[in-house]
Structures are given as structure tokens and as C-alpha cells.
């Protein structure tokens, strides 16, 4: 301002929240009589407001308080006043705001460090609405707060005891709850000297003063331009013909010292940004005639032993590639299974003795030396893999082009009792060009071994399915029939009239007992064997099964059938039914379910039976894994079908079995029952 004329020019700076917050009326009215008091004898030429609240206050006043001066303002908000013209500095702190959210994703709670006055929370609630919509990484929720309407020294109190996930971002600090006033600047020194968390703000008076810094506003270049305005104005031109300049005037501003303090690397600032207040080390001043120096030391030495280098790494290389070589031919046989290793087209890069073994066996001679034998070609001629050679050379080509990361396969060699089991495991070579190391593994013995456990579970499981139905036989055609006689012989006492009443209740009692009893055997008779499972088939035994534990467990089991029926064997049947009958017995003993649902369904190729609860289940990853489940994963391996069991805590369990349907069974051919 000062140079705006020759003449001595007089600046007179006064501050509208030293006498409270507007607007308040009563306090404008004083502030309108200090004006007049204090500036009667004085010639003013120009005003200039900072802010909405002094425009306002002036825009109603000026020519009542100073009749020749013309008005000149700063917004940071577009406003329109008539008769005066000035510069529009959008007001923009979420830049600030979102960076600093950038710099500390761990934050989770933005902290708004602002006053009680009206200048002080303008616009601070459309900024908590805009922080709310900013985008975090799923699962954090971004909590977004103002400093409570308290006391400076409460605040300075609130801001020492700040959690780790908080990030601070000063607006401004006119005025406290008890009315006290500050210069925002000192306010936001002090508050840093006291707060946990790294505090930034768009100002740059902040800048040096506690601020981290951020997307800062650059006052001195508006201060620039509202003085060439005032040029304008004070040379004559009227303030209503100027045309309202509308500015960007901000830019990312740090501070070296708050940078150091929260452990802020340099490389993780916007590109472009000014860090000012820097403290140059040593290494950081000199660093250009060190590595200076450093370069021409290197230079010279490169030249004097460069010959010397060449030399030494030829010869190294080659000793390192005839040992790479030999041990290369060394591991490979040491392996003790046949193994391949082809390059990303498919050629033979090298194999063992084993590999040589097999062409020779199959009239092929082995190329010695040579890096490109089609291995793709020879296979297919060779017809490797049988059948499946095509489908098997398919998955090596993609192991070998880096598009799968393993292949397996298990095929049989030879026929009868000379037959043997291979598995042919492939995995990517490691390296730039792509390709796979190939190793045929014997497992004969362990297939052997898997069926002859599977006979061994299998004739276990028939067992005890026999005795179940011996067990069941016995209770339901002797205990169960003996225990109707001596029913029936109390239930005659009972009602005998040359016996006491004493004897008789006695008796009744007896008979209801045994009763109970007899059903009790009935029942325990029905879960060791189902007899509709033999004579009515799945669908009508699992119908039975979900009405018994209906009744007997008070938690309501629905079937649900879909498809066509079918009359499954009695070997597919029975593993099906002892499926769904464990599955129950695991929700009535751990799922606090209200309700059960069984699906059977029909397809053309298999049959799936499904069992579903409401209750609490349980985390499969941990747990699932007990005898009943091991043995329905036992029935189905007999029957060739899969078992799956899906569970969340707090979401149910599902339990299905899937049986493959090989050929069709006729519905004539049923199993019946042993003769008892």
C-alpha cells in the first residue's frame, strides 16, 4: 500500500471480533460509535474489508462513517455488494483435509480446530459434510468432529489427550466459549506446542506457527492484488466499474521442523510442493561436490582396472557354467525319478538318464547335446498319456507360457497286475523365459494302499450296519415284545377289581412306564435300522426321519424333494440316509436351531441330499472335523460322492452329499430285508 502513491500513505487496521461475535447488533452499534469516535478528524480515502462479517458491517455503514471513501473487500466467499468491487478467494480446506488423510491412512477421526464467534464456524459444516463423503478403503469409517465450544485452556487440555487415529485441521481461533479473543496465529502456536497429533491448515501464516502445512492460501499474493485495486480506485476509477477478480491462489506449503516432529518423509509430499523453515545438514549442502568427487574417483579407477575386470569375469563365468553344468547333471540324477525340463516353446532344455530309459524302451534314440527337441511333437507320436494326451500336453503348454502356476495328472501304465500308477507333477521353471520342470512319480503302492483302506472302511462300515440291523431286529421282535406282555399283563392289574386301589395305581403306574419304555425301544430300534429304508426307499425313510426328530426334538425338519424319483441301490441309499441322520443329530445336539430343512434332489447324472439349519454354526476352518463327520465323508468316498459342509458362526450350517448316478436302477429292483 505504501507504494501505491508518492504522498505518505496512513494504514489503520482494526478488527470487528475484538468487540465480539457477529453479528450481534448491540455490539455493531458500539463498534459503530468507537469508528466515529476514533476517526473523526481523519481523512479516509479507501476502505478495504477482510471477510463477509466486515463487509457486511461496512457495507451498511461507510458512507454514514467515512462519506468519501470507497470500499474495497477479500471475500473467501462469492458475495455481491453494490458500489464495490474486490478480490474472491475461494475458501477451500478440504485439499488440506484430504491430504493430510493421505499422509496417515491409519487415521480414522478428523478433529476441526475452529472458535465460538460466527467467523469462526462459517462454513464448517458444509466442510464435516464433504470430509464424510471422502472415499477410505473399505471397513474404516471416517468419523468427522468440531472442537467442542469450550475455553482456550480446556481446549489446549482436549488437544494433549488426542488418540492416535486422529489428524487435526485448524480453520480458525477468533474467539473461546468465555468470550476471551485471540490472534488465530497465536492460537494455532500454542495449540501445537500441547497436541498429540499433527495439526494442518491452509493458512500461510500458519506456516512456521504449528502448522504442518498443507494446501495453503498465498495472502501475500492477495495481498498484492487487492493493493493494485486500491491503485485503481485511489487513481480514480470507481470501485462499481471494476470487474470482481476471482483467484487460486493456493498451494502446497509445508514446514521442514512439523515434517521432522511427525516423522513426514519428504517423498510422500504432492509433487511441487515448498517446504520452508528448512534445516540443511551437512550431507545435504555438500552432497554435489561429494558425489562430484566420488564420480571422478570412480572414473579413474574404472579406467585403470578395466582390462583386469574383463579378464577375470570371462574366466570366472566360464568355470561358474561348467559347474553350473555338472551340477545341473548331478542333481537331475540324483533325483531318482524320471525329469524333463522344457524351455517356453516346449523343447527339451535337459533331462536324466530316466528320460533316456523311457525313449529307448520305446524305440526312440536320444539326442545328445541338442537344447531343441520338440518335446509336444514326441509326446503326441508316443501317444505318453493314452487317451489323454492331448488334454495332459494342453495343461503343459500352459505351465510352460507362465498362464498356470501347476499341472497334475495320475494315469495308468500297462494293464492287469503289471499295471503302475504315475503322477506327473508340473511346475514353472523359475526363470525369465518361461518354462516347466516335469517329474514322474511312481505311486502304485500308495493307490494300492488308499483301495485297500477304502476295502477296510468299506467292510467296517457293512459290519457294523449289520450288527446295527441284528441290534434292531432283537429290540423290536424280542425286548420290544416282551415289554408289550408285561405292559399288558399291568395295564390287567390295573383295572382288576379284587386288587386294592393302592395295587391298582401301582399297577397303572407300571404300565404307563413300560409303555414309555417300549416306545423308547421302539424308537432306538428305528435309528440303528430303517426298515422303510428297505421296503418304501430313500425318499419315504427320510420323510420318517425328519417327523421322528420332529417329534422327538421339538425343532420343526422339513423335506423337500425335486426330480424325477428314482430307486437308488441299497449301498447308496443306506450312506445318504446315515448322512442325513447324523447331520440331524449334530443340529439337535450343537445348533440351537429353530428349524431344519433336508433337500433331495434328483438329477440326470447324480443325487444330491442337502441339510440346512438356522442355528449358531460354527467356524469350519477351526472345527468340523469330529468322528460324525468323518465317517459320512467315509460313506461317501464308498459310494464315489463328495461331502461338503459349509458353517459361519452366526449364520447356520449346511451339510451336502452329492452321489454320481453311473446308470439307471430299475424301480423293480428292491432290497429287501434279511429274513429276521
Not at 48 to 55: D, E, F, H, K
Not at 77 to 88: F, K, R
Not at 106 to 125: K, M, N, P
Not at 388 to 415: D, K, M, Q
Amino acid at each position: 500500500m505504501a507504494n501505491l502513491s508518492d504522498n505518505q500513505v496512513s494504514v489503520y487496521v482494526e478488527t470487528l471480533g475484538e468487540y465480539g461475535p457477529a453479528p450481534d447488533p448491540r455490539l455493531e452499534a458500539d463498534f459503530e460509535k468507537f469508528l466515529s469516535r476514533k476517526y473523526t478528524s481523519a481523512h479516509i480515502d479507501l476502505l478495504i474489508a477482510v471477510g463477509s462479517p466486515p463487509l457486511h458491517f461496512l457495507a451498511a455503514r461507510y458512507t454514514r462513517l467515512f462519506p468519501n471513501a470507497k470500499l474495497l473487500y477479500l471475500l473467501f466467499d462469492p458475495e455481491s455488494v453494490p458500489h464495490t468491487t474486490g478480490l474472491i478467494l475461494p475458501w477451500n480446506p478440504m485439499p488440506t483435509s484430504a491430504l493430510a488423510l493421505r499422509l496417515h491412512p491409519e487415521a480414522q477421526r478428523v478433529l476441526l480446530i475452529t472458535g465460538t464467534s460466527f467467523a469462526d464456524r462459517e462454513g464448517v459444516q458444509e466442510l464435516v459434510q464433504m470430509l464424510k463423503q471422502y472415499s477410505r478403503p473399505a471397513g474404516k469409517e471416517l468419523k468427522v468432529e468440531v472442537l467442542p465450544a469450550i475455553s482456550f485452556t480446556h481446549a489446549q487440555k482436549y488437544l494433549s489427550r488426542l488418540s492416535p487415529d486422529t489428524i487435526c485441521v485448524f480453520i480458525s481461533y477468533y474467539t473461546d466459549s468465555e468470550g476471551e479473543v485471540f490472534v488465530p496465529t497465536n492460537a494455532l502456536q500454542a495449540f501445537s506446542r500441547v497436541s498429540t497429533r499433527p495439526i494442518y491448515s491452509n493458512w500461510d501464516a500458519g506456516i512456521g506457527r504449528g502448522s504442518v502445512g498443507g494446501s495453503v492460501v498465498n495472502m501475500v499474493e492477495a495481498g498484492k492484488t487487492v493493493a493494485s485495486l486500491a491503485g485503481r480506485v485511489l487513481a480514480g476509477e470507481q470501485p462499481g466499474s471494476i470487474t470482481p477478480i476471482r483467484a487460486e491462489l493456493q498451494s502446497y506449503r509445508f514446514d521442514w521442523s512439523q515434517l521432522m516432529r511427525w516423522d513426514i518423509r519428504l517423498d510422500r509430499l504432492p509433487a511441487g510442493s515448498l517446504v520452508s523453515n528448512r534445516d540443511y545438514g551437512f550431507w545435504e549442502k555438500y552432497r554435489r561436490w561429494i558425489f562430484g568427487g566420488a564420480f571422478v574417483i570412480i572414473v579413474q579407477a574404472l579406467l585403470i582396472f578395466n582390462f583386469i575386470r574383463i579378464h577375470l569375469a570371462r574366466s570366472r563365468a566360464e568355470r561358474a557354467l561348467a559347474k553350473g553344468e555338472r551340477l545341473k547333471t548331478s542333481v537331475l540324477e540324483s533325483i531318482g525319478k524320471r525329469v524333463v525340463v522344457l524351455d517356453a516353446e516346449g523343447n527339451i532344455i535337459t533331462a536324466n538318464h530316466y528320460w533316456d530309459e523311457y525313449l529307448r524302451a520305446h524305440g526312440r534314440k536320444p539326442r545328445k547335446g541338442s537344447r531343441k527337441t520338440p518335446y509336444f511333437g514326441l509326446a503326441s507320436v508316443l501317444q505318453e498319456f493314452g487317451e489323454r494326451t492331448a488334454v495332459t500336453l494342453e495343461g503343459i503348454r500352459s505351465v510352460c507360457e507362465g498362464n498356470r502356476p501347476r499341472f497334475e495328472l495320475e494315469y495308468p501304465v500297462g494293464s492287469g497286475e503289471d499295471q503302475n500308477w504315475i503322477l506327473l507333477v508340473v511346475t514353472p521353471l523359475e526363470h525369465a523365459d518361461g518354462g516347466a520342470v516335469m517329474i514322474y512319480l511312481n505311486v502304485t503302492q500308495s493307490k494300492k494302499d488308499e483301495a485297500a483302506i477304502r476295502s477296510l472302511s468299506g467292510k467296517l462300515i457293512s459290519a457294523q450296519e449289520d450288527e446295527r440291523s441284528r441290534i434292531a431286529r432283537e429290540l423290536h421282535d424280542d425286548i420290544n415284545q416282551q415289554l408289550a406282555l408285561v405292559a399288558i399283563q399291568a395295564q390287567c392289574l390295573s383295572v382288576s377289581q379284587a386288587a386294592g386301589m393302592v395295587f391298582r395305581q401301582q399297577a397303572k403306574d407300571l404300565w404307563e412306564k413300560v409303555t414309555l419304555i417300549s416306545s423308547d425301544v421302539q424308537a432306538l430300534s428305528h435309528r440303528l435300522y430303517s426298515t422303510k429304508l428297505d421296503y418304501l426307499g430313500l425318499q419315504a425313510a427320510l420323510g420318517g426321519l425328519c417327523r421322528e426328530f420332529t417329534e422327538q426334538q421339538y425343532i420343526a425338519a422339513t423335506l423337500h424333494v425335486e426330480g424325477e424319483g428314482r430307486r437308488l441301490d441299497h449301498e447308496t441309499s443306506l450312506a445318504l440316509f446315515r448322512v442325513a441322520q447324523e447331520s440331524l443329530r449334530n443340529v439337535s445336539k450343537h445348533s440351537h436351531a429353530t428349524s431344519v430343512h433336508v433337500f433331495f434332489v434328483n438329477e440326470p447324472a447324480r443325487s444330491i441330499l442337502r441339510v440346512e439349519d438356522d442355528g449358531v454354526g460354527f467356524d469350519h476352518a477351526g472345527g468340523g472335523n469330529g468322528i460324525g463327520v468323518l465317517s459320512m465323508r467315509e460313506r461317501m468316498q464308498l459310494v464315489h460322492g463328495t461331502l461338503d459342509i459349509l458353517s459361519k458362526a452366526g449364520e447356520g450350517t449346511s451339510v451336502q452329499a452329492v452321489v454320481p448316478i453311473h446308470a439307471p436302477h430299475s424301480a423293480d429292483a428292491i432290497r429287501m430285508p434279511a429274513a429276521a
